[in-house]
Structures are given as C-alpha cells and as structure tokens.
C-alpha cells in the first residue's frame, strides 16, 4: 500500500485541493452560481502529491452529492 510521504521513483507531481472539491460541493456549490464555483475552484488552498498519493486520497469521507439546488446557475445563466 502506498503511503502519503513516500514517493515512488519517477511519480510525477499533481496539484489537489486539501479540502474535497465533493466537501465544498456538497455543502454550497450545489446551490451557487458559476463565478462562485470558480473562485472557489481558483483557491490558495492546494496542495502538491505524487500521482499514487492524490489517487489514494480521494474524497476522504465525503460522498459527492450530484444534486443541483434552487440557486444553481450554470456556465451560461
């Protein structure tokens, strides 16, 4: 099992959210408009892992919600 810290040989570095992006949409981008989800998306909050640990990482204990509310607003509204 590969372990956050230890990084394999050759890994290559990805940027991540520290917190899930599926915490924030859960809690307020399923109901904002897109301006909102952006800047929130264009956060300081982020961090480098190798490929193995961001792919380890997931959600952590977030389920990701794919429900939209009644504030939504897309790309285009």
């Known amino acids: 099992?590969?372990?956050r810290g230890l990084h394999p040989v050759g890994s290559q570095a990805e940027v991540d959210h520290v917190r899930p992006v599926a915490?924030?949409?859960n809690g307020y981008g399923?109901?904002?408009d897109q301006a909102t989800r952006?800047?929130?998306?264009?956060?300081?909050?982020?961090e480098v892992l190798c490929g193995p640990c961001n792919?380890?990482?997931?959600?952590g204990d977030?389920?990701?919600?794919?429900?939209v509310?009644?504030?939504?607003?897309?790309w285009r509204e």
């Open 1 to 3: 099992m590969h372990e």
């Open 23 to 25: 915490w924030h949409w």
């Open 30 to 32: 399923y109901n904002t």
């Open 38 to 46: 952006y800047e929130w998306y264009d956060s300081t909050d982020l």
């Open 55 to 59: 792919s380890s990482k997931g959600a």
């Open 62 to 67: 977030t389920e990701y919600e794919p429900t």
């Open 69 to 74: 509310g009644a504030s939504f607003l897309g």
